[in-house]
């Protein structure tokens, strides 16, 4: 096939995916470029070792951090200026740090990025100094990029005489607003590869079938093949411009994500608690201290009236709720429907610590009345 027909077959695939977005808005689904990557389209971390300077006596103690100090006289030694041996500089306003960056995908030399520095030594603040040229390195230990520039600081700190300090965030760190070049690219297979992988960024059989079965509707079966809970394949152009249009069209197909599992998520040390949509609690009761949680349910039966034609008898579930505690005991009653949400919300009102609503979900999960997973951090 010649690469006019490759690009022929490419466009249509292109206009074929226009028309499934089209298709699929209608469904209040999420995007593709929202709940999914592109396998090889990531960022690399770059790190480094730097010097500020020009702070106002707010650099490293030197007698503390000799690394301070021994890098200055590195760095003056390249440029003509050598230090006796027995001379040890008492630097106030340099501060050695470290300097970090992301370098994002396809980033192509000459483009810059944003930097962070921060203080590795006893410097109290960064405020009003600039970076020196550092270079910054990948996991491979190649240099990707080159920092320098004014550090900008959203904190600053104050100290007394008399060992009192007063600090608004934190002083010994800051950016470099794009203060990094980009000096040598990333290689990527994204180009040269025959298929296209996307990861979902939440691992779900059922959101990876849904994707898979919409764009098998469209290009055919065994277009896309779902491997795992994250991962689907999908042939694609090998043609570097078709393949960046493909890419684009498959990142705007709508796909209604899979629901969530049921769980309970509870931060013990602020009392956070995260409920999900299909969490449920079967009839149970809790004791815990001098708490005491009732959950009772029962059936309501609709008869029709006896003259009435045609009615049916219809039963519905209602569900009641009652807490207690000695010497200021309440009782909470819950209309039908009763969750774990308004369980939660009835304890906090009896004014229960965080731990006690920790256990009392702990207990209603072991005795099997808590539907859904409990992960307490």
């Not at 001379?87 to 340099?94: E, F, H, S, Y």
């Not at 483009?111 to 910054?136: C, E, H, K, W, Y």
């Not at 807490?323 to 909470?332: L, T």
């Not at 304890?347 to 702990?362: H, S």
Request: hydrophobic share 45%; with cysteine.
């Amino acid at each position: 096939m010649n690469r006019q027909a490759t690009v022929g077959r490419a466009t249509f695939l292109c206009s074929a995916l226009l028309w499934l977005v089209a298709w699929t808005s209608a469904a209040q689904a999420e995007r593709v470029k929202d709940i999914a990557s592109v396998a090889g389209v990531r960022g690399n971390q770059l790190v480094g070792y730097g010097l500020v300077v020009g702070l106002d006596g707010t650099g490293d103690q030197t007698t503390q951090t000799p690394f301070t100090v021994q890098s200055i006289i590195n760095m003056l030694a390249k440029f003509g200026v050598t230090i006796p041996p027995n001379v040890n500089p008492q630097l106030k306003n340099v501060a050695a740090v470290t300097v970090t960056a992301e370098l994002p995908a396809f980033s192509k030399v000459g483009q810059t990025i944003d930097v962070t520095v921060a203080s590795i030594g006893n410097s109290s603040s960064l405020r009003g100094g600039a970076l020196l040229m550092a270079p910054l390195r990948g996991a491979d230990g190649e240099v990707y990029a080159m920092a320098q520039g004014s550090v900008v600081v959203s904190g600053f700190g104050v100290s007394g005489k008399d060992g009192s300090r007063v600090s608004v965030n934190v002083p010994s760190g800051g950016i470099v607003p794009n203060g990094a070049t980009v000096e040598r690219e990333v290689t990527t297979k994204f180009a040269s590869e025959a298929v296209v992988m996307l990861n979902l960024n939440a691992p779900d059989f059922t959101t990876a079938t849904r994707l898979t079965t919409a764009i098998n509707k469209l290009l055919g079966e065994g277009s896309a093949q779902a491997l795992d809970a994250t991962s689907v394949r999908i042939k694609g152009p090998v043609d570097a411009t078709a393949r960046v249009a493909f890419v684009s069209a498959l990142q705007e197909i709508e796909v209604e994500p899979g629901e969530a599992a049921a769980r309970v998520i509870i931060n013990s040390r602020t009392g956070t608690v995260v409920i999900g949509a299909h969490v449920r609690v079967m009839p149970a009761a809790v004791a815990h201290g001098s708490l005491s949680v009732t959950i009772t349910e029962r059936t309501d039966v609709s008869q029709p009236g006896a003259l009435a034609t045609g009615g049916t008898t219809v039963t519905s579930p209602r569900s009641e709720i009652s807490i207690g505690q000695p010497g200021d005991a309440r009782m909470f009653l819950f209309s039908a429907g009763v969750n774990l949400e308004e369980i939660v919300r009835a304890v906090n009102q009896v004014g229960a610590a965080p731990g006690d609503l920790v256990a009392i979900l702990e207990a209603l999960q072991q005795a099997g009345a808590l539907r859904a997973q409990l992960i307490v951090i």
